[in-house]
């Protein structure tokens, strides 16, 4: 969407404020994908939601590629929100649920390097489609993201269930040969068997003793659990996830990668060719460092990583914002030409090497087995709110308090969001997904003690 959109107005005739809505829509749409996904992956498995995921989103990529008109845009976009809302929930806790804990980090931050991918190939076929026809060009730009809607659909069929999913359901055998297949060796799926049968609290040998059936009262007061009378550590779970997800896009990244050939015409970039040019470069930024996080996660941490992130989020946004005011003030400048588009890569490195990665890994990870799925997608869900925040009022604030203003207004929250990270978010690599809860000061089986001390280590390292 961000160099269709380019040719969208010139084709259909439309104005910033349908620009606007066209490019949020999306997201609050897969606000009802994100918050529907958690119960459908409970009900049906998380591999299954998957599936159904892509098939959404690809009905909705037909009708984008197909738009006669800018209602039909508007629903296509819409019903490919709902998909986006699907995936975004379930991709990082299908990915995390099969994880080891010592590997964890590195496959559950796959998708969202994956996403980026995704981005970069947007970018990439904007510049190639955009030399065609203007009622072609556009079009393909959009309907193109059919075929990997086709490869995701066929290819997660043949991917194993979540193992903890299977154990939820009573099917402990499917669930004791899949662990077999995804952890290094039988002592250790034997250990992370059990593990999710005390978090599950299973007993094993009662469930054999009734023919392997459990009695599925899981998930009718999730709800009431999670959020009407949670407990405190997951009231500070739910915090966290809540937290980490709001603060991902209220600091500004989706007006970058969304409108950034409209940053880079504030800056001096004049040509369409050298706009979406300079797009194809911040598409590959985010690859590159998104690469770089994803081998460093399970190593350095996800809390120093975070930090760091954020805190040169901070100094990027603020160069950026610096840049923008003095073109707006005094015109032309090569220097700040130079200084926009290097801070501008800068923000997009320093966010793609840890909180843009982290968000979807630390909220996948953290919540009880019960609760993971619906509270996975109450993240999502302030992330697609925020999103859409941002993406439907950006073109109205750049004209209201200036571009240049926008960025600051960025970088004060991106100040907030260091700090909330300093204070609530403790260190969770190599933790067992079910521990997570005592790093809380959760109880658990071990007590309400354990769970403060291992909180206390984590937070100091």
């Avoid at 049968?197 to 007993?203: F, G, K, P, V």
């Avoid at 003030?329 to 966010?351: C, E, H, M």
């Avoid at 953290?366 to 993240?379: D, E, K, M, N, V």
Wanted: proline share 3%; with cysteine.
């Amino acid at each position: 969407m961000s160099g269709a959109q380019i040719f969208i107005r010139e084709d259909l005739k439309i104005n910033d404020t349908q620009i606007e809505v066209l490019a949020g829509i999306l997201n609050l749409c897969a606000l009802v994908g994100s918050l529907t996904a958690g119960k459908t992956s409970d009900v049906i498995g998380r591999r299954y939601t998957i599936a159904l995921s892509a098939v959404i989103f690809l009905v909705g990529s037909v009708l984008m590629g197909y738009g006669p008109n800018y209602t039909v845009l508007m629903v296509g976009r819409c019903i490919a929100g709902v998909g986006v809302g699907f995936a975004l929930m379930i991709a990082p806790v299908y990915s995390a649920e099969i994880s080891s804990a010592s590997h964890r980090g590195f496959l559950t931050s796959l998708p969202e390097l994956c996403i980026s991918l995704g981005i970069l190939l947007g970018y990439v076929s904007n510049y190639c489609f955009g030399k065609l026809t203007l009622k072609l060009g556009w079009r393909l730009m959009l309907g193109i993201a059919a075929f990997p809607s086709l490869i995701l659909a066929f290819g997660i069929t043949r991917m194993p269930e979540s193992p903890r999913w299977l154990v939820m359901q009573g099917r402990l055998e499917e669930a004791k040969k899949i662990m077999v297949l995804v952890s290094n060796t039988e002592e250790e799926a034997e250990e992370r068997f059990r593990d999710i049968l005390t978090a599950a609290e299973i007993d094993e040998i009662e469930i054999k003793a009734v023919g392997g059936a459990v009695k599925k009262n899981h998930g009718k007061s999730v709800w009431r659990e999670l959020v009407i009378k949670p407990r405190p550590a997951v009231r500070l779970i739910l915090i966290a996830a809540v937290g980490i997800h709001f603060f991902e896009h209220a600091t500004g990244i989706e007006a970058v990668v969304l409108y950034s050939p409209r940053i880079f015409k504030k800056a001096g970039v004049v040509s369409k060719d050298k706009l979406l040019l300079a797009t194809v470069g911040v598409g590959l930024t985010k690859a590159f460092f998104i690469i770089i996080a994803t081998f460093l996660l399970d190593k350095v941490g996800r809390r120093k990583l975070l930090l760091t992130s954020t805190g040169g989020m901070v100094f990027a946004l603020t160069s950026l914002a610096v840049s923008l005011m003095m073109v707006q003030r005094f015109g032309q400048l090569a220097w700040a030409l130079s200084l926009s588009i290097v801070s501008t890569y800068a923000f997009v490195a320093f966010f793609s090497i840890g909180l843009g990665p982290i968000t979807w890994v630390y909220s996948s990870e953290i919540f009880p087995l019960r609760l993971r799925a619906q509270g996975a997608s109450i993240g999502v869900a302030v992330n697609r709110i925020m999103n859409a925040t941002v993406s439907m009022s950006f073109l109205s604030m750049t004209k209201a308090i200036t571009t240049g203003g926008v960025f600051f207004v960025f970088a004060g929250i991106a100040v907030a969001a260091w700090w909330f990270f300093f204070f609530m978010l403790p260190e969770t690599k190599g933790l067992p997904l079910e521990e997570m809860e005592k790093l809380f000061g959760g109880g658990g089986p071990r007590g309400d003690c354990e769970g403060l001390e291992i909180q206390t280590k984590r937070v100091n390292n």
